[in-house]
């Protein structure tokens, strides 16, 4: 059972980038999922996240109108899609779900979720 989150990388501030997070060993299609992100120093914050029942999606403050959250259920993967990036957005990312009760739920509490990838690191230079 494992979460691969990938896609980060160095990019100039106004670029762009996709994270991907693939599931092995099991299926995500059930399965509520989100991206978290970490910079230096601070504590694990929600991006974003999509629920299983209708893929109502939720977004932070600081990335709403820049980032979309989808999901391939027949690839098992989540992605978060990162336009109009800035030096702020640097941290590491990862991705997390869990099995809800309610399917139309969906933390950006990352306490709620269990299962978490390794993380891929995002570096926007000014």
């Known amino acids: 059972v494992q979460l691969q989150a990938s896609g980060g990388g160095l990019v100039q501030s106004g670029g762009s980038l996709k994270l991907s997070c693939v599931a092995s060993g099991f299926t995500l299609a059930n399965l509520a999922v989100g991206w978290f992100r970490q910079a230096p120093g601070k504590g694990r914050e929600g991006v974003s996240c999509?629920?299983?029942?209708?893929?109502?999606?939720k977004y932070g403050d600081s990335v709403k109108g820049r980032f979309t959250i989808s999901r391939d259920d027949s690839k098992n993967t989540v992605y978060l899609q990162m336009n109009s990036l800035v030096p702020e957005d640097t941290a590491v990312y990862y991705c997390a779900t869990d099995e809800f009760r309610d399917t139309y739920y969906s933390p950006r509490d990352p306490s709620r979720y269990a299962y978490w990838g390794q993380g891929t690191q995002v570096t926007v230079s000014s």
């Open positions: 999509i629920n299983s029942g209708d893929g109502k999606t």
